[in-house]
């Protein structure tokens, strides 16, 4: 089965900023996606970035981007320039097609909390 | 404005009492699914759907049930309620099966059984 690690349960980072989110994943796929949520206080589940396993190009997404490595299945998201709306809880997520057994669900990891000081 | 609505965003409940969570989608997606949030366990799938009355088990389904009567509609049951499902729950659609499709999430429900 897939599994998503995202070792840091905390993080915190100075307003204007950069800040990098870890995660890995296990898989024995060739063809998945993986994604990042963001979940603010308002428990809204948004979408941050997401990537294709075939692309070796990062995702940009303005002041996010990805450090995709898929031989080491890792996943980190660079937050540029924090903003005070960027602390939320973040949500590193893979999904790949059911024959890898996963029904087109996304395995999420535990999360992280990223806080902003002003 | 495209959505997933659930209702309702809380419900507080006694143990055995049955109880429906709804969820509604307004962008004629194909794929549904529940998600279960626990601290420290990020969000686990319990039941999914891939179309009108197609409906198959995630990695959590026990005590829960669903139904997909109609395309937009797919509501969570809990015929018995138990403390242990006291959780936050997510509805999410997608427009269809591929690997790169958004899902949209609703608001959420904080559901507490005492």
């Known amino acids: 089965a897939q599994t998503v690690t995202q070792s840091q349960p905390e993080m915190s980072v100075q307003e204007a900023e950069t800040v990098t989110l870890s995660c890995t994943y296990d898989t024995s796929e060739s063809d998945y996606y993986l994604f990042w949520y963001k979940q603010p206080p308002s428990r809204q589940m948004i979408l941050v970035i997401r990537?294709?396993?075939?692309?070796?190009q990062n995702a940009t997404e303005n002041r996010f981007s990805v450090n995709f490595q898929k031989a080491a299945k890792s996943f980190s998201l660079k937050i540029s320039d924090s903003q005070l709306g960027d602390a939320a809880m973040y949500f590193c997520a893979y999904r790949s097609s059911p024959s890898g057994g996963s029904n087109y669900k996304l395995t999420f990891g535990k999360g992280t909390l990223l806080t902003v000081n002003p | 404005e495209a959505q997933v609505t659930q209702n309702p965003r809380y419900l507080i409940t006694v143990t055995g009492k049955k109880l429906t969570v709804t969820c509604s989608q307004n962008?004629?997606?194909?794929?549904m699914s529940w998600y279960r949030q626990d601290p420290g366990l990020g969000l686990r799938q319990i039941y999914y759907s891939m179309n009108v009355e197609v409906t198959d088990k995630g990695d959590v389904p026990e005590g829960y049930k669903v139904s997909r009567k109609e395309k937009r509609n797919f509501p969570l049951i809990l015929e018995s309620p138990s403390p242990n499902q006291t959780s936050l729950y997510f509805c999410?659609?997608?427009?269809?099966?591929?690997?790169?499709?958004?899902?949209?999430f609703g608001q959420g429900t904080r559901l507490t059984v005492v």
């Open positions: 962008m004629n997606h194909e794929y």
């Open positions: 990537q294709e396993a075939y692309k070796q």
């Open positions: 999410a659609s997608s427009p269809g099966t591929g690997l790169n499709t958004e899902a949209f």
